[in-house]
């Protein structure tokens, strides 16, 4: 049976950034850190590349559920020997939106690198930029 597709957490912070109703908000705390308003600026728009990475990767993964489900639902029921035309079209897609994937969770892992030095968030060395990245995400965009 397939899993429902994941919502992104963050969505209706990312489009009062898109539409540039309170970046200053949504930095909450960390923008009183941040004395130039061009760097203000830089933070707002790393943090909304930030989370639409974040959208994509969670997207890239729903793909490859999806993708997964439908080429075991036909691999199950499949004759033993040369594979299906519909299967080999599955593995082809499956291949892409793998690569998809990798991409996604890539741009992701810079624009956290990015969002993190914006901000000048201390990222202790032993938890990795990305895991400070996301438990600020979720403690200051809930």
Not at 86 to 96: D, K
Not at 112 to 139: C, H, N, S, Y
């Amino acid at each position: 049976m397939a899993t429902p597709p994941a919502t992104f957490p963050w969505t209706q912070q990312l489009q009062r950034l898109q539409h540039r109703d309170g970046a200053l908000a949504l930095l909450g705390t960390h923008a009183m850190f941040i004395a130039d308003g061009d760097a203000l600026t830089a933070a707002g728009s790393a943090l909304e590349q930030l989370l639409l990475a974040g959208e994509s990767q969670l997207k890239a993964d729903n793909d490859v559920g999806l993708v997964a489900d439908e080429l075991r639902r036909y691999q199950k029921f499949a004759p033993p020997g040369r594979p299906s035309v519909q299967i080999v079209q599955l593995r082809r897609q499956q291949s892409t939106v793998q690569q998809a994937q990798r991409i996604a969770r890539q741009t992701f892992i810079r624009n956290a690198d990015g969002f993190a030095r914006a901000i000048a968030l201390d990222v202790p060395q032993k938890l990795g930029v990305v895991e400070t990245v996301m438990r600020w995400l979720r403690t200051n965009l809930a």
